[in-house]
């Protein structure tokens, strides 16, 4: 009898003899394991170890020996899987806990603190300083950080005021010597407009834009883009208001620089028969309003340490509260259109830091549903400056007579290019209405609001307003760099509100080309005063 027993010792073969074919085998076991499943194992068992070597190795250097790999993987794991906080995120709770304390408020006037992240990594690195007085430490250096960022913010807010509030010598040198050529020029003397044109001045037909502005630059610069653009520019009446100071070279410009076939028309506000006849509500306010900033201001110095706790923002809206235009009366003669053109019936009125890209003839088609001011909201954009402004940016809400008569989430909408339908205007007490507010908010020492025209705009239009399409006013290009100038380029008007206007030296240099255009620089009046594009 033979015995024979398979490699894999799961068979066994009975044989009764030599010659015998016949045999019994005997199966021992089921098949468990192949030779594969065997081989992927000690593979893998291979792979393991060399890994677990690699990892002791890597605690051996570091010095980490209190626990080997795969003690520290657990120990990195373990917590995890089980529920348990790490020691890391224990560690980022007691930052947080310290970066979070009111009491760690004060930076010490001395140098200790540290002023870079260089000085601050060096210094943990060299005192080996536990969790506690790292946080506390980097909390110093951030608040540190962030008072360096405000004064510097601040003093910008501070130069930016200077630069905009004053006039840029061109600007001077210009006005001086066109109003030397308006008094030995009899050319800078002649009529606006020509006679024969006179009677547009009052006839309804024709589209009436309204300008009011003591710079000659701005002005022209709005004058030739409206034109420039118009389809029908023999149908266009411009009536520009200067006062008297402004009116001899501001006529003697547009009459050597003539913009036929338009109707141009440079009046002075004391030529206007209305307001020749007695005191006007505007400018008694204005007289009480120039007191009363002289008195609670105290200057843009005293703007800038009474503001020590306050946000750059709220002391740059104080700042430019303090702008000659707010206290100007080109800024607050529109609330007398229907007086001052008491022969027409609808009016467009121009800031004189805008720009003109399109035909504006088709305002005059907009139906305003009865209402009095065409404008565009300022409350459904993402920019910060202009297009989120609802009536609590611009009005003291604390205060009892605004709290109970206004929404503070109200939208808001812009001056600078507004449709007046002065037919329903004169149906209103809306001029009487914003008089009224004014002499309120001087007699409550400026707490009602503290930026000019507007803010009793939104109060005496408030229920006569039609929203129109965006497309017509773009806001904003005074404010910010990142205004996208191809946006820009597609508006109808475009408008330079903020202190960078485009004429001065802190202009955006990307937006500036879209003023630059409609001034002609080789103009012997601009280049004497060396007027420049850029």
Known sequence: MQLHISPSLRHVTFSPGKGVR?????????????????????????????????????????????????????????????????????????????????????????????????????????????????????????????????????????????????????????????????????????????????????????????????NVLAASAVAASLVANARRPDRVVLHLITDRKTHAPMHAWFALHPLAPAVVEVRPLHRFDWLAKGRVPVLEAMEKDEKVRARFRGGSSAIIADGADERPVVVAAKLQALSPKYNSVMNHIRINLPELFPSLDKVVFLDDDIIIQADLSRLWDIDLHGKVNGAVETCRGGDKFVMTKRLKNYLNFSHPLISEKFDPDECAWAYGMNVFDLEAWRRTNISQTYHHWLNKNLESELSLWQLGTLPPGLIAFHGNVHVIDPYWHMLGLGYQENTSVSNARRAAVVHFNGRAKPWLDIAFPQLKPLWAKYVNFSDKFIKTCNIRAS
């Not at 990195?76 to 007691?94: A, N």
């Not at 930016?160 to 308006?182: G, N, T, Y």
Request: hydrophobic fraction near 40%.
């Open 22 to 214: 016949e045999s019994i085998k005997v199966k021992l076991w089921p098949r468990l394991v192949s030779y594969r499943m065997v081989f992927y194992v000690l593979l893998l068992t291979t792979f393991l170890l060399r890994f677990v070597f690699v990892l002791t190795a890597m605690d051996t250097i570091d010095g980490e020996t209190e626990c080997s790999s795969l003690g520290c993987i657990g120990k990195k794991f373990g917590p995890q899987l089980l529920g348990r906080r790490s020691e890391s995120t224990k560690v980022l709770d007691e930052i947080y806990r310290v970066l979070e304390d009111d009491h760690i408020q004060e930076v010490p006037g001395n140098q200790e603190v540290p002023k870079t992240l260089e000085e601050f990594v060096s210094e943990m690195k060299t005192y080996k300083s536990d969790i506690k007085i790292f946080a506390s430490r980097l909390k110093s250096m951030i608040t540190l950080m962030e008072q360096k960022t405000r004064a510097a913010k601040i003093q910008e807010y501070l130069y930016r005021h200077v630069a905009s509030s004053s006039i840029p010598k061109q600007l001077h040198c210009l006005a001086l010597r066109l109003a030397h050529e308006h008094s030995v020029n009899v050319a800078a003397r002649r009529p606006l407009p020509d006679p024969e044109r006179v009677p547009s001045l009052v006839d309804p037909s024709y589209h009436h834009f309204v300008l009011a502005s003591d």
